[in-house]
């Protein structure tokens, strides 16, 4: 594959048929532009945090304490992106963050997000909360991790767990940290929560364990099918002892996702975990939380070499990939900028997020004197 710094010529070269790209090349702008096109209410869903939003801020101010220092003639002009994880062949250590409830943002929803992701050949991570059934998603095509929201009936879990795994999706991916929702002001303020209008609910709509439980069929009565989702999926905490039930049901690799604390993360690994991902859900569940990327590097000294320690909340350009890579993360996942991409163009405008935070990784990890991703260690990176 050519690598990822070719979307640079090609977006130059086409200027000279006075085309420009479908919107800004830039990740920390593309929030606004995104805002001016939305609906209040799904931005503010996407964009809004827990609290005061403190964390969503201290997500990305974290990056900035780091600073890279670039070593020169270092060769770095053919450069290889490519990496495995958990048996998952990718072009670039980046995957798509499990965004639930895509259809608020374009009809296609998580469709174009898989279609784009597909092409790339970047894996994505499918929600629980998905707006279109998880096999519809899988024909598709494209490598596929499935995230779990962990459902309070052991039957309708394991009937999500099954279904995921015939469907082709690799990676299990057990969200830890919104067993509820936190306290979110710019959806309450609009009293938002598309889950009650019956959208991200797909999945359990179409599982027959799920539709076991009703008397009658969602088409018949979507509010009592609504309650019964909202039964199962929050105010559902779980404890390190009920692991065991996942692995029983999932023959695959697990890895958690939402940790935070060196200590859970020697349990995931105690417990036989595969993976966890060091995420604060994109500051969107304790206000006040730490950063995530002041998370990292303990997390790492703990138990980077018994799992994949992966890691979001924050990522926004190439140098942060790199950053949170020469950290100890194994790979990093993409959450909002993604969803702002299909907002502003479905299935392309998803394509143009991506492949522009893949060139602009490819183009930094080369200019600070890397090739590989395996080069980058903390000793790429100054603490300022
Ligand atoms: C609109 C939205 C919906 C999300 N839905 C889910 C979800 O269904 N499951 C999940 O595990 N994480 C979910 N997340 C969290 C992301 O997976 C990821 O942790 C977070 O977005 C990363 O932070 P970033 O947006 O700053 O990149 C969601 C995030 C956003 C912004």
């Given at each position: 594959?050519?690598?990822?710094?070719?979307?640079?010529?090609?977006?130059?070269?086409?200027?000279?048929?006075?085309?420009?790209p479908?919107?800004?090349?830039?990740?920390?702008?593309?929030?606004?532009?995104?805002?001016?096109?939305?609906?209040?209410?799904?931005?503010?869903?996407?964009a809004?945090?827990?609290?005061?939003g403190?964390?969503?801020?201290?997500n990305?101010?974290?990056?900035?304490?780091?600073?890279?220092?670039?070593?020169?003639?270092?060769?770095?002009?053919?450069?290889?992106?490519?990496?495995?994880?958990?048996?998952?062949?990718?072009p670039?250590?980046?995957?798509?963050?499990?965004?639930?409830?895509?259809?608020?943002?374009?009809p296609?929803?998580?469709?174009?997000?898989?279609?784009?992701?597909?092409?790339?050949?970047?894996?994505?991570?499918?929600?629980?909360?998905?707006?279109?059934?998880?096999?519809?998603?899988?024909?598709?095509?494209?490598?596929?991790?499935?995230?779990?929201?962990?459902?309070?009936?052991?039957?309708?879990?394991?009937s999500?767990?099954?279904?995921?795994?015939?469907?082709?999706?690799?990676?299990?991916?057990?969200?830890?940290d919104?067993?509820?929702?936190a306290?979110?002001?710019?959806?309450?303020?609009?009293?938002?929560?598309?889950?009650?209008?019956?959208t991200?609910?797909?999945?359990?709509?179409?599982?027959?364990?799920?539709?076991?439980?009703?008397?009658?069929?969602?088409?018949?009565?979507?509010?009592?099918?609504?309650?019964?989702?909202?039964?199962l999926?929050?105010?559902?905490?779980?404890?390190?002892?009920?692991?065991?039930f996942?692995?029983e049901?999932?023959?695959?690799?697990i890895?958690?996702?939402?940790?935070?604390?060196?200590?859970?993360?020697?349990?995931?690994?105690?417990?036989?975990?595969?993976?966890?991902?060091?995420?604060?859900?994109?500051?969107?569940?304790?206000?006040g939380?730490?950063?995530?990327?002041?998370?990292?590097?303990?997390?790492?000294?703990?138990?980077?070499?018994?799992?994949?320690?992966?890691?979001?909340?924050?990522?926004?350009?190439?140098?942060?990939?790199?950053?949170?890579?020469?950290?100890?993360?194994?790979?990093?996942?993409?959450?909002?900028?993604?969803?702002?991409?299909?907002?502003?163009?479905?299935?392309?405008?998803?394509?143009?997020?991506?492949?522009?935070?893949?060139?602009?990784?490819?183009?930094?990890?080369?200019?600070?004197?890397?090739?590989?991703?395996?080069?980058?260690?903390?000793?790429?990176?100054?603490?300022?």
């Amino acid at each position: 594959m050519a690598g990822h710094a070719q979307y640079q010529n090609e977006i130059y070269l086409r200027g000279l048929a006075d085309e420009v790209p479908p919107f800004t090349t830039d990740p920390t702008r593309v929030e606004s532009v995104a805002e001016a096109a939305m609906q209040p209410g799904p931005f503010g869903y996407v964009a809004g945090g827990a609290g005061s939003g403190d964390t969503v801020r201290a997500n990305r101010e974290a990056f900035a304490r780091w600073r890279l220092v670039p070593r020169m003639l270092a060769d770095a002009t053919t450069r290889d992106l490519s990496t495995t994880v958990l048996g998952t062949e990718m072009p670039a250590p980046v995957l798509l963050a499990p965004v639930g409830v895509q259809s608020i943002v374009h009809p296609d929803g998580e469709l174009a997000t898989a279609r784009a992701a597909a092409a790339l050949g970047v894996p994505i991570v499918l929600s629980t909360a998905s707006s279109y059934p998880m096999e519809d998603v899988a024909a598709v095509g494209g490598p596929r991790w499935f995230q779990l929201y962990w459902p309070k009936e052991p039957d309708v879990c394991a009937s999500l767990l099954h279904r995921a795994k015939r469907a082709g999706y690799r990676v299990l991916v057990v969200t830890l940290d919104t067993w509820t929702l936190a306290w979110r002001p710019r959806d309450l303020d609009q009293a938002y929560l598309p889950f009650l209008r019956a959208t991200g609910v797909a999945n359990a709509f179409t599982d027959p364990a799920f539709l076991a439980g009703l008397e009658k069929s969602p088409a018949e009565d979507q509010a009592m099918a609504v309650l019964r989702w909202v039964s199962l999926f929050t105010g559902t905490d779980k404890r390190w002892d009920q692991l065991p039930f996942l692995r029983e049901h999932w023959d695959g690799p697990i890895v958690l996702k939402g940790i935070q604390h060196p200590d859970d993360a020697r349990r995931a690994a105690d417990a036989g975990m595969d993976g966890l991902v060091v995420s604060n859900h994109g500051g969107r569940q304790v206000d006040g939380a730490l950063a995530s990327l002041d998370a990292l590097p303990e997390i790492v000294a703990a138990v980077g070499d018994r799992l994949e320690v992966l890691f979001d909340s924050g990522i926004r350009t190439g140098a942060d990939v790199v950053k949170a890579l020469a950290l100890g993360a194994r790979a990093v996942l993409l959450g909002r900028p993604y969803v702002y991409g299909l907002a502003l163009g479905g299935e392309e405008g998803v394509r143009h997020a991506v492949r522009g935070l893949l060139a602009d990784l490819d183009l930094t990890l080369g200019l600070s004197g890397h090739r590989t991703p395996a080069d980058l260690t903390p000793a790429a990176l100054r603490r300022v």
